[in-house]
């Protein structure tokens, strides 16, 4: 037999199960009291409604009920206190399956097992004749998926799942992701009498899906100090800008998509492709959406990674007329401050027009060097000819002046 107190708010003070009750099975209590003790039995109506019993044998201070019937509340009262318990037949409650298998009727947010047997449930009631379950502690465990976000990637993991009951549809959520078989194992009665029953189904294959996506964009202020950053923590910024866009997806995605629209909703997709990763440069200025669709092999079931905001800022271009090549490591190259050119040009003249530097990268930038040797103080003459990712053309020209002798007078200017 094994006892358990269950939440005081029913009144009961004990359950108690028993393996099998036949017509000899009698229960015995001894009182404290001098009173004479009254057995009662409640049936699903409560307390309220309890029947006295007559067939109550008396020794001294033991009373004995004989032909216990079981899944049945009873009452003993020794004129000091009530004594309130309910009887379970535990053979009539037993674990029969003969089958698992998926259920025709599959969902993509649950995975729903049918069970050809069943582990009934065992109902009891409250002094109040509130019916009740008495968790029966079954175990459902079968291998699935986890994400592990250090490690970037899915993990096999042993998952079990407490019921307590079978009623012929076992509701797993989250879904199954991966190849397994389902156990189930118990009950927690079973297992005290050690007697535990275990049932296993063949392996089957994943119906629902996920999907995982992670967007990186270079950031490398040491190459880029000269870009004009945008405020806000969205991706994009200046034009020419390339992100790479990654998915991680479970065992059953067979088709993947990485779609790209002008609209929140992507009811305007401009680009659509069909590879895992994806690497894009965004040369236009304006505001670009992209998201990744996962599906299996039917397409019955779909899953949306995260929707990415591509900003790109309108082009802007500033010259200085100024810089110090002195090894100070302050303002020691002249570089142009820009944002989102998607071509870029730049010829440095001498005072008599010979071409002492060219370069194509706003990036990049003019040491105040001829030939591998420092120029001393003097004036130059930049050209600058640039596209902006709006469509905008510059055609800029002017001065550089180099001073190899900085004074605190001296300041960059800006046009």
């Not at 991966?178 to 005290?192: A, M, P, Q």
């Not at 790209?260 to 997709?269: E, H, K, R, S, V």
Request: hydrophobic share 30%.
């Amino acid at each position: 037999m094994i006892s358990i107190s269950p939440d005081k708010s029913t009144g009961i003070d004990k359950i108690y199960v028993l393996s099998n009750i036949s017509d000899e099975v009698s229960m015995t209590f001894e009182s404290e009291a001098i009173s004479p003790v009254e057995w009662y039995s409640y049936s699903n109506l409560g307390g309220a409604y309890a029947q006295q019993l007559k067939n109550i044998h008396i020794d001294g201070k033991k009373s004995t009920l004989h032909n216990v019937v079981p899944d049945m509340g009873y009452i003993i009262n020794d004129g000091n206190k009530n004594y309130i318990f309910w009887i379970i037949d535990y053979s009539k409650y037993t674990i029969d399956i003969s089958n698992i298998i998926l259920s025709e009727n599959q969902e993509c947010n649950t995975t729903i097992l049918d069970i050809e047997g069943d582990a009934p449930a065992i109902y009891y009631y409250t002094i109040n004749g509130k019916r009740e379950t008495l968790d029966r502690g079954i175990e459902c465990s079968y291998n699935n998926l986890e994400w592990d976000n250090e490690n970037m990637r899915y993990n096999q993991r042993i998952i079990t799942k407490q019921l307590p009951y079978i009623n012929h549809l076992i509701l797993l959520s989250p879904p199954i992701y991966c190849s397994t078989t389902y156990r189930i194992s118990g009950d927690t009665f079973l297992k005290e009498w050690g007697e535990e029953y275990h049932f296993e189904s063949m392996p089957y294959s994943p119906y629902s899906i996920d999907i995982r996506t992670f967007a990186e964009q270079n950031t490398d202020d040491d190459k880029i100090g000269n870009l004009i950053k945008e405020e806000g923590g969205n991706l994009g910024g200046s034009a020419p800008c390339e992100i790479e866009f990654m998915s991680y997806v479970s065992d059953a995605v067979r088709h993947i998509e990485w779609q790209m629209a002008t609209d929140p909703d992507f009811n305007d997709i401009k680009y659509r492709i069909t590879e895992p990763d994806l690497t894009y440069t965004f040369m236009d200025d304006g505001t670009t959406y992209i998201r990744c669709i996962a599906s299996n092999a039917d397409g019955s079931c779909e899953s949306f990674g995260n929707t990415y905001t591509v900003e790109i800022g309108s082009s802007e271009l500033k010259i200085p007329n100024i810089f110090t090549p002195d090894g100070d490591g302050v303002n020691d190259v002249w570089k142009v401050s820009y944002r989102s050119l998607i071509d870029f040009k730049c010829w440095i003249y001498d005072r008599y027009g010979h071409e002492i530097f060219y370069f194509e990268n706003p990036a990049d930038g003019w040491d105040g060097k001829y030939n591998g040797k420092y120029l001393g103080s003097g004036v130059f003459f930049y050209v600058v000819t640039a596209t902006g990712a709006d469509g905008k053309n510059y055609k800029k020209s002017g001065d550089i002046n180099i001073i190899t002798h900085q004074t605190n007078s001296t300041k960059p200017i800006i046009p």
